[in-house]
């Protein structure tokens, strides 16, 4: 699949619904991120902008990336007067990435139904944080309930699966936290369930 191609797969799937995502900011963002000093933060597969407008909110300066148009023009209409601390860009993260050097990144179940070289950008996006910063990379554990069968060949990666896949040297980071985390989900029909999430936490080495 090319890039138009992905980038219009995911158009498809936010243009059917008027809002697909909650609006709030993701559970393990706020975690780790309330207590912070504000900073530079880069928001990887950003959305309709939950977490580039919860972290603005609190005096980031945020460049938030996602591959879909249809979600960065929620996202930017959404913003308001938040609008002059996040940066909205468009990229094909296979192709492309901004520019710079960051406190925090952020990659929020950046997971894909299309075949791609995950680990490539996950080094890249590393490679991104600014010494003393953090790399915050949090997947799904595994599918809710509500999916079905649509998920049941798929390999859910753990934590120790992700970190060795990264191939992060010791001597540049330090592994501040990494494992599951349970998480109360809704489903679309409003069906509840606890899931889990796989939290790393990476602080680069200054």
Known sequence: MNSAETQEL???MYRESARR?????????VEVADALPPGRALDLGCGEGGDAKWLALRDWQVTAVDISDEAL???AEDAGELASRIDFQHHDLTRSFPDGEFDLVSAQFLQSPVEWDRYTLLRRAAAAVAPGGLF????????????????????FASVQEVLAGLALPESDWEVVRAGAAMRDATGPDGQQARIADNVMVLRRRG
């Open 10 to 12: 995911w158009n498809t």
């Open 21 to 29: 995502w909650s609006g709030a900011a993701n559970v393990r963002l």
């Open 73 to 75: 023009r929620r996202a």
């Open 136 to 155: 915050l990379l949090v997947d799904h554990g595994e599918a809710p309930p509500w999916s079905g069968h649509c998920h049941q060949d798929h390999h």
